[in-house]
């Protein structure tokens, strides 16, 4: 008895079979469990980064002035959308929306669960997890400025179509919302075809009177001149700025001012000859939704294409140096303000195609327009670049110009143009939320 009782106890044929038998089930569940976890981490976050994208669209719909309800109603859209476009085994509850008393913030909060695979074996179908997101504006300042073409080739169907767009994105960069909290936001313009027109700002870019006098020898022997002219011209029409600073910032001074227009005689056809420019004087940086409104209403088409003369003021206008030229409300953030952020959207339809100072070594209106850019983008400035309807060389000077590849847009329509500006303005509004 004893000997079978050993022999029974020394035989272990089986043994593998039971103890694999009895571990299979927790080896699955915890292979279940890594499996599900890695799925539901995935599922975590693909969800985060949709509701981080549905906040700050959100915010783009408050920007624009929509109701608490309509935003509400817009985020779930938004997550609801991408996650059935996304297949994801992931049921969730309608995002909550919840929007602070006297802010610009919005919170976000979803409940979600994924479906389990094996882990269902201990009685788990499902695993909860939860998102919170959130943004708010109000928390920078902003100065912006637009430069536009108005050359005759602008005529009167691209013209509309410029306005219209660039009254959109006035209203996305002002919202109409009066208690929006957005902090500082300031908006300046300018234009450009033939010249600029530097408007009041004329005597102290130039150091010359609006009012001027040019004279001129019209007849002349071995003596010298017999017959003095003289001609007064009396407007506020600039070329390029002259001198060593010529493609800077620095403030216009003795040596560094701007060029004014002139009269000269032309002996061949013994006449004077003007030189004039579009009348659209600059517009300093505002928050003032109507002077902005009447400055885009004012604009007419006409002239050559001086792309880099247009380049420079909006550049004017964004520059501290400047700030004793401009009104004190509208003097220029410093580059390095904390907290801040500049940037100019230029336009085009066209070709840069005229320039004054081309014997001082600085080159054409494109090679002028390359220089300012790239000192431009050096001092922190955003430049997003619109070329409307404009041949390879007007593109290629403005893809040159812009920050980024992503900065630089080439509508064909005036939808296009429409959903090129609206993008840029929220582009610049994101600079604006925190989530």
Not at 60 to 76: C, F, V
């Amino acid at each position: 008895m004893l000997n079978r009782l050993t022999t029974w106890i020394r035989n272990r044929e089986g043994n593998v079979a039971i103890i694999l038998a009895i571990a299979i089930v927790p080896i699955l569940v915890l292979v279940g469990i890594a499996i599900d976890l890695q799925n539901t981490n995935t599922s975590r976050q693909f969800l985060q980064y949709t509701m981080d994208n549905a906040v700050i669209a959100g915010s783009r719909e408050m920007q624009a002035g929509k109701s608490q309800a309509e935003i509400a109603n817009y985020i779930n859209d938004f997550v609801d959308g991408v996650v059935k476009a996304k297949n994801y085994a992931v049921s969730c509850k309608p995002v909550e929306v919840n929007f602070s008393k006297g802010t610009q913030d919005i919170n976000a909060t979803i409940k979600c669960q994924q479906e389990t695979t094996l882990t269902e074996l201990i009685g788990y179908h499902y695993l909860e997890f939860t998102i919170v997101s959130g943004s708010t504006y109000g928390i920078g300042n902003v100065d912006v400025t637009f430069v536009f073409d108005v050359s005759g080739s602008m005529g009167t169907s691209k013209m509309r179509a410029l306005k219209d767009a660039a009254y959109d994105a006035v209203d996305v960069l002002l919202p109409k919302n009066p208690e929006a909290n957005l902090g500082k936001v300031r908006l300046g313009m300018a234009s450009y075809s033939t010249m600029a027109d530097a408007g009041d700002y004329f005597t102290a870019v130039t150091n010359e009177q609006p009012k001027r006098t040019y004279t001129a020898c019209i007849s002349s022997n071995r003596n010298g001149c017999k017959k003095w002219s003289s001609y007064t011209v009396n407007n506020t029409c600039v070329k390029e700025r002259l001198g060593s600073q010529a493609l800077t910032d620095a403030d216009p001074g003795p040596n560094e001012w701007i060029e004014a227009a002139e009269a000269v005689y032309n002996p061949y056809y013994r006449r004077w000859e003007e030189q004039s420019c579009n009348p659209t004087p600059p517009l300093p940086l505002t928050d003032d939704r109507d002077d902005l409104y009447d400055y885009i209403d004012d604009l007419r088409a006409s002239g050559n294409t001086a792309g880099h003369i247009g380049i420079a003021w909006g550049w004017y206008l964004l520059a501290p140096n400047w700030d004793s030229v401009w009104p004190s409300a509208s003097k220029p953030l410093a580059y390095d303000e904390p907290d801040s952020a500049k940037a100019m959207i230029i336009m085009t339809d066209g070709e840069f195609n005229i320039e004054y100072n081309y014997a001082d070594g600085h080159g054409d209106s494109f090679a002028q327009a390359k220089k300012l850019c790239d000192n431009i983008k050096d001092e922190g400035v955003r430049i997003y670049t619109v070329a409307f309807q404009a041949p390879r060389a007007g593109r290629e000077v403005l893809e040159y110009c812009a920050t980024s590849t992503e900065y630089a847009f080439t509508p064909d329509s005036a939808d296009e143009l429409k959903d090129a500006y609206t993008k840029i303005a929220q582009s610049i509004s994101d600079l604006r939320i925190t989530y």
